[in-house]
């Protein structure tokens, strides 16, 4: 997700850029006694009675972390003095008395996974325009309030940022009288405090996290991985303990602390071989499926992807995974498939023959399978017994074009005895084929796997090659992962600006002989001095 307006965000106090993903460290049995009597305490004095609760408080519903950034103000702008063990207290039960329904966040969770390499399409324009210029859409998008309440935000902006008007570029419209009067009947329209779904979920019992867990991702890099993590707990505090494998052959333990909020967001700290890890993962209504992304603490860029399924006495029987995801046609292949209470025979559809099963068990079957020569591309279906994964694995007869992942790559220089660290970026390159229908770009084309790459990286345009951005800026390493230079001024490039600068990365994939390549732009730019939770 690319930044609309830094300046507007970074004159925000420091102490909000505090991470809920820490928190779990501190982990204790609050009660909703001891929540509301520190919440009178603390809050009561300046958030006065209203029907319901107090002014704000109970006219809002957040996330976790949207309550986190909230306290943080307080604290920064206000001297609210709070213990870390008392704010955990009340992010824990605010969150889970005015909260989100996972229906109310499942569009917007990748920027509370921190996942920032794509474009947000905004639910408004006007909204975009009006507030999405100096903040991500997902942070408006995962708010609710009543519409009173959204007005109160829009004088708050104004007196807490008196330049707001100008930083945003709003001075090429009536900004003032958008932003107070049209706004907030909008937002409460979209984001409305009242709400069905949210009325629905509070009402519901909500399901322990506690159980043996079968677990499949993918990390940028590293490549796919599976392994199997044991939950142990109660009153949603946990402790996570996990072994993997992944497909480079490297194998990675971790164990750490959770809490889940609202009855379904996981948010965990857990060290994951050399990495401190946070994990922002959501929990299925039933209790019995766990998914999110993992990444690692204070470099959100390097993480991975995650699934988990029950495996224990309430699994329920389901396909997770199908490594590899694709197979030629013509070859022979050993297809392992990830699951649940798997059993019975094994169909992987039209043109693929299973010959053997090599390893059999209730969360992993793995077989050897011949793609006929000639098979037709296209997805087929994975049968287990009487469990099916619909979208099972891809068969193709050639790579017709590449694609670079992320979408949006940028890297943030770091480090040269500055605060911030370096943020890098993990290329990979993704192969598919034109599917059925022979034409590239159509909605037939068949995502395939993740494949290996030559990769090189040059200037991406004549301002770039004038300023040597190629020397200065980073290097790409030849597994796709690009560090960025160390930050401040740089004596040896012209003017001693920084190492910032402009390039393009390409992949080179070898397909039987055949050279396939993508190309993408990628912006190495400054430090981001102030991150808070929710961008």
């Not at 889970?96 to 947000?120: M, V, W």
């Not at 708010?143 to 008007?165: C, M, S």
């Not at 602390?257 to 948010?267: D, F, S």
């Amino acid at each position: 997700m690319r930044d609309k307006c830094a300046l507007a965000v970074t004159l925000q106090p420091i102490a909000l850029a505090i991470s809920l993903a820490l928190m779990p460290v501190v982990v204790h049995a609050e009660s909703s006694a001891d929540a509301k009597a520190l919440l009178s305490s603390k809050c009561a004095a300046c958030h006065l009675p209203v029907e319901g609760g107090l002014n704000r408080i109970d006219q809002s519903r957040r996330t976790p972390e949207g309550w986190d950034m909230t306290i943080g103000r307080m604290i920064a702008a206000h001297g609210v003095r709070l213990e870390a063990d008392e704010r955990q207290t009340l992010v824990k039960y605010l969150a889970d008395t005015h909260g989100l329904a996972p229906e109310e966040t499942q569009k917007r969770r990748y920027i509370l996974e921190r996942d920032f390499t794509r474009i947000e399409d905004p639910d408004d324009k006007k909204v975009s325009e009006t507030c999405a210029r100096c903040h991500s859409y997902a942070r408006i998008a995962l708010q609710r309030r009543t519409p009173e309440d959204w007005k109160k935000l829009a004088n708050f902006h104004v007196g807490q940022y008196p330049t707001i008007e100008i930083q945003q570029g709003g001075r090429d419209r009536d900004w003032w009288q958008i932003a107070s009067q049209e706004m907030p009947k909008t937002l409460g329209n979209l984001y409305s405090y009242q709400s069905d779904v949210w009325s629905k979920w509070a009402a519901e019992a909500k399901s322990s996290a506690a159980g043996k867990w079968r677990v499949v991702g993918h990390r940028p890099g590293w490549g796919s991985y599976e392994g199997v993590a044991t939950i142990t707990g109660e009153n949603d505090h946990y402790t996570l303990d996990m072994e993997i494998n992944y497909a480079n052959g490297k194998t990675e333990k971790g164990n750490g602390k959770a809490i889940v909020y609202t009855g379904y967001e996981w948010r965990a700290n857990i060290k994951q071989g050399e990495l401190q890890v946070a994990q922002v993962f959501q929990l299925s209504k039933d209790g019995k499926s766990l998914s999110g992304r993992w990444h690692e603490v204070g470099v959100d860029s390097i993480g991975g992807q995650f699934k988990a399924a029950r495996i224990d006495g309430s699994a329920t029987a389901q396909v997770l995974a199908v490594e590899p995801k694709a197979i030629k046609a013509g070859s022979t292949k050993k297809v392992t498939i990830y699951g649940a209470g798997l059993s019975g025979k094994v169909n992987l559809g039209q043109g693929l023959t299973v010959t053997h099963v090599v390893e059999e068990s209730s969360d992993k079957v793995v077989v050897e399978v011949i793609a006929d020569v000639g098979a037709k591309d296209g997805i087929r279906r994975v049968d287990v017994g009487d469990v099916t994964a619909e979208r099972g694995i891809a068969v193709y007869n050639k790579i017709d074009y590449v694609s670079i992942e992320p979408d949006s790559a940028m890297a943030r220089v770091g480090d040269g005895g500055g605060s911030r660290p370096k943020v890098p970026v993990q290329f990979e390159a993704v192969a598919y084929a034109a599917g059925p229908d022979g034409k590239k770009g159509t909605d037939d084309d068949l995502r395939l796997d993740y494949v290996p790459a030559k990769w090189t990286v040059a200037n991406l345009n004549p301002g770039a090659e004038e300023m040597k951005d190629l020397e200065f800026a980073g290097n790409l390493g030849s597994g796709g992962l690009f560090i960025p230079g160390d930050a401040g001024p740089n004596p040896k490039r012209k003017y001693s600006t920084n190492n910032a600068g402009e390039l393009e990365v390409t992949a080179s994939v070898d397909d039987a002989g055949r050279v396939v390549k993508a190309s993408k732009p990628l912006i190495v730019t400054v430090q981001r001095w102030n991150d808070p939770p929710v961008r």
